[in-house]
């Protein structure tokens, strides 16, 4: 609804409380409208308890017909948006049919196709992790829109469904502030405050200093005059030569690298 249309509704904000009220009586509704204002996304009417399906359609027939010549552009009434998280767990994260790392396209997929996300809407992309470096199970993030009841995580958690011939569960979990990677250490899953390594690894190829130190450390980098050629100091800026090794896959990059499997 465009500000003008909800501007005109608004002027006779009293007059709806006691006419919605007697609408909501009418359908012998426990739900009682305490007032109406306006926010940038359209009306917000504030009622005592979660209304229910019933009490939304009584809304939005009001509002339709006290805008009358407006109606068209009235949209549906619904109830104010929070987020619920969940975890899906049992997931293989190398996939044993094509010997590599679950894509997050599959995740995708299967959750677009499922009869148990029909009616979900994911708030953001879900996140893959594993479980542990050593093991070959990962867990899947997701945060999904809900209601303040939590009704739309509620249908679905505890729930089984398939990925291939593995049986996954869905769990409900605590708000996931995203996984970290604590920039000393550049391991997975924790932050400074329950790091165990003393000093620091260097990104590219966990040498034992601070990334922006390897030019006075790193072996190819650092000055030599002790050999036949001696060697100066790289400079400033010049990434340094020698190989790329990950210290949480053992990979040929960065540890902090998004083709990390990790």
Known sequence: MSYDITKKFIKDSSLHVVNINCAFKAI????????????????????????????LQEIEKYIKNSLSSDADKVLLARLSQSKSYLKIVGIFFISK????????????????NNHLFNNIVLTSKPHIIKVSSKSDMAIVWIDIWDIQTGSNAKKIINCWFNIGSYIITVRGTNINPGVSQY???????????????????????????????YRYFAWCCKANDKINSPRLEIKKGKLCSHSFKCLNCKGKHQANSNDCPF
Request: glycine share 8%.
């Open 183 to 213: 920039k000393n250490c550049w391991k997975w899953g924790h932050m400074a405050g329950v790091c165990c390594i003393q000093g620091a690894k260097y990104v590219r190829c966990n040498g034992s200093y601070l990334s922006e130190h």
């Open 28 to 55: 012998k509704s426990s739900t009682i409208v305490d007032f109406i204002h306006i926010e940038d996304k359209g009306i917000i009417i504030t009622t005592n308890i979660i209304s229910s399906g019933s009490d």
């Open 97 to 112: 049919k094509t010997n590599s790392c679950i894509s997050l396209d599959k995740i995708e997929d299967v959750l677009k």
